[in-house]
């Protein structure tokens, strides 16, 4: 069942935390899920609620009976046991939460557990078990493709198979964490061996992080149809590439060291009760375009499994920062630039058998879409790093230079309802070490 609105929607809704009406990302209707810990404390669950942080397990006893025993699940240094609960446990959760944020009665006694965001440290909000990046972004398979082979962008499969590869979770880290150069191999244009040293093409890549709700046990497919009720939330992923290091090593096994040296995501959970009201229909692929085979084909999720999710791209230089300049607006789009819908991917990533698991990582792959200004790398922004994207008078960029900072944010609007956002996404990148 994909979720509907309900009260907690309502964009009248007024909560008596003083930063949470209008706040740009986290209203009272958002209500997403992270791990911080207040100036002195260990990390816990909260909810984020304008410019504060609820300690979820610390007001449990206020919360119904039905309610009371998940949100003590959230008073562990992650949300996995949070996020195995299931959807329905995150549901009774929300709606718990929303009525003490908008009730002026509950005030007195939730209070204490309110935090001052900028006070907080943020965590991870989940171990992360597996790492898998999808390539779902069909505009930005065709760049990539004509990059290479200009005549024949998209391979053949592209348009049966949800295209995916299997990431490194060590390496995801929190927004906020240098992004450490990486070295590796890389062959020069027209050598005919490789050279060591830093990489020279560091990009980034704009995508959304769905993190797996409940699990399935190994052998036991996720039907299509029950597939979003595995879905936890979403969060916005930089899944950073090596570009000329990809080059070089990605045949024939796929990526390797250029994608696993560092991914950053977001650090608060929105979770798919929050996004309902956010819900269109799948976009119709093109005439022409095979139907999906019937295990990933479901009328609900056609119907409303795609997600109207606009997403930012800046970008801030050593010297923007010195000079006090803003960043600069690198790309703005959309998730409805996805060929395939969440539901798809989690239904076709267990297929086969393979058991997904509570706080499992899965990247949307680059979201491009078909406009120009959408596109969410600069491999495709600069052709190829052909054509430098102007930053301003003096400063452009091929790819990113050491002290560059990257920054992603995300929000959902629909009409009659309020904005919710995602927060940011932001790493800084540092010099590679010398070997
Ligand atoms: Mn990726």
């Known amino acids: 069942m994909i979720a509907r609105t309900d009260f907690t929607h309502d964009p009248a809704a007024r909560s008596w935390v003083e930063s949470a009406d209008g706040h740009d990302d986290f209203p009272v209707q958002n209500l997403p899920l992270g791990i911080f810990a207040p100036p002195s404390g260990k990390p816990r669950g909260g909810v984020a609620i304008g410019a504060a942080i609820l300690d979820i397990a610390a007001i449990a006893s206020l919360l119904p009976e039905g309610a009371r025993d998940i949100a003590l699940l959230a008073g562990q240094a992650t949300l996995n046991d949070l996020l195995d609960a299931g ?3 995150l549901r009774a959760l929300r709606h718990g939460l929303f009525r003490l944020l908008t009730d002026p009665a509950s005030q007195e006694a939730v209070r204490p557990a309110l935090h001052a965001m900028a006070q907080c440290r943020l965590h991870l909000p989940v171990r992360i078990g597996d790492y898998t990046d999808f390539y779902s972004g069909i505009h930005h398979a065709v760049n990539v493709g004509r990059l290479f082979r200009p005549d024949n962008p998209l391979l053949p499969n592209y348009k049966y198979v949800p295209i995916g590869y299997h990431g490194r979770a060590s390496s ?8 450490i150069r990486p070295n590796g191999q890389t062959l020069p244009i027209g050598a005919q061996t490789p050279i060591f040293g830093p ?4 990009d980034h890549e704009l995508e959304m992080a769905i993190w797996v709700g409940r699990g399935n046990a190994l052998g036991q497919p996720i039907p299509i149809a029950e597939a979003a009720e595995h879905i936890a939330g979403l969060s916005i992923l930089n899944d950073w590439s ?5 080059a070089w090593e990605y045949q024939p096994l796929g990526p390797f060291l250029a994608k696993s040296f560092h991914s950053s995501v977001s650090p608060w959970i929105v979770t ?3 996004l309902a009201p956010y819900r269109v229909p799948q976009p119709a692929r093109p005439e022409g375009d095979p139907a999906p085979l019937p295990y990933l084909l479901d009328p609900a999720d056609q119907q409303s499994g795609a997600l109207n999710v606009t997403m930012e791209v800046h970008l801030s230089t050593a010297r923007m920062r010195a000079e006090g300049q803003a960043p600069h607006r690198l790309s703005h789009g959309s998730m409805t630039a996805m060929y395939w819908t969440a539901a798809q991917l989690l239904a076709h990533h267990s297929v086969n058998g393979c058991n997904l698991a509570p706080g499992d990582l899965l990247g949307t792959g680059t979201l491009t879409g078909a406009a120009d200004e959408s596109r969410g790398s600069l491999l495709e922004l600069t052709h190829g790093g052909k054509e430098p994207v102007r930053l301003s008078d003096r400063e452009s960029r091929s790819f990113l230079e050491d002290g560059d900072e990257v920054i992603m944010t995300a929000f959902a609007e629909a009409a009659g309802f309020a904005r919710i956002g995602f927060g940011e996404c932001r790493a800084r ?7």
Do not use: I, N, Y
């Open 272 to 274: 798919m009760d929050a």
């Open 87 to 89: 959807h329905e446990a």
């Open 199 to 202: 990489c020279k093409r560091l």
């Open 242 to 246: 090596a570009r000329d290091m990809q």
């Open 429 to 435: 990148v540092a010099t590679a070490p010398r070997l």
């Open 172 to 179: 995801v880290r929190l927004s906020g964490e240098d992004v």
